[in-house]
T-cell receptor
Framework: AQSVTQLDSQVPVFEEAPVELRCNYS??????LFWYVQYPNQGLQLLLK??????LVKGINGFEAEFNKSQTSFHLRKPSVHISDTAEYFC??????????????FGAGTRLAVHP | EAQVTQNPRYLITVTGKKLTVTCSQN?????MSWYRQDPGLGLRQIYY???????DKGDVPEGYKVSRKEKRNFPLILESPSPNQTSLYFC?????????????FGPGTRLTVT
């Protein structure tokens, strides 16, 4: 079965600094990868997704992620964060080994705290 | 506006008192599912439905029921809630097929069972 590991439960960072949120998954077989963001007291919003093609994926709000098949990683990056990026971020995977293309397997989440 | 709605948004109840959380989508999506979110565990799928009258268990189905009588609605039923079902619940919907489609999430329902 597919699994997702988010390596950091909390990431504190100062405003305008770069940030990387790390995500590893267990298998590269027929896998699709996602990053979702959850702002306080809100639902989940899709930041970006990797389905196929270029391994560098650009998303909303200046975020990007790189699919690395050999390292089974899909780390999320932003070159300069803002206070408004403070939120919880979830990495997720779907595919044939996760129970179907529509079922998402989520990591435990990473809480990004941006300080002034 | 394309959206998934859930009601209620907040609910406090007592052990054993049956409750239903409603979910509705206006995007004509075939696939709908329920997740629960717990600290340190992320989101886990409870039940899903591939179309009307087709439902199946997810990873944590114990203590929950669902039904799909109409394409737009997918209620989550807790017939005898227990404190370990205190959680944040999300409904999601998407198209369905032999590839992956974007999941649209509702705003969440925070349930407390005392």
């Amino acid at each position: 079965a597919q699994s997702v590991t988010q390596l950091d439960s909390q990431v504190p960072v100062f405003e305008e600094a770069p940030v990387e949120l790390r995500c590893n998954y267990s298998s590269s077989v027929s896998v699709y990868l996602f990053w979702y963001v959850q702002y306080p007291n809100q639902g989940l919003q899709l930041l970006l997704k990797y389905l196929s093609g270029s391994t560098l994926v650009k998303g909303i709000n200046g975020f990007e992620a790189e699919f690395n098949k050999s390292q089974t990683s899909f780390h999320l990056r932003k070159p300069s964060v803002h206070i408004s990026d403070t939120a919880e971020y979830f990495c997720a995977v779907s595919g044939s080994l996760s129970g179907g293309y529509n079922k998402l397997i989520f990591g435990a989440g990473t809480r990004l705290a941006v300080h002034p | 506006e394309a959206q998934v709605t859930q009601n209620p948004r907040y609910l406090i109840t007592v052990t054993g008192k049956k409750l239903t959380v409603t979910c509705s989508q206006n995007m004509n999506h075939e696939y709908m599912s329920w997740y629960r979110q717990d600290p340190g565990l992320g989101l886990r799928q409870i039940y899903y439905s591939m179309n009307v009258e087709v439902t199946d268990k997810g990873d944590v189905p114990e203590g929950y029921k669902v039904s799909r009588k109409e394409k737009r609605n997918f209620p989550l039923i807790l017939e005898s809630p227990s404190p370990n079902q205190t959680s944040l619940y999300f409904c999601a919907s998407s198209l369905f097929g032999q590839t992956t489609y974007e999941q649209y999430f509702g705003p969440g329902t925070r349930l407390t069972v005392t």
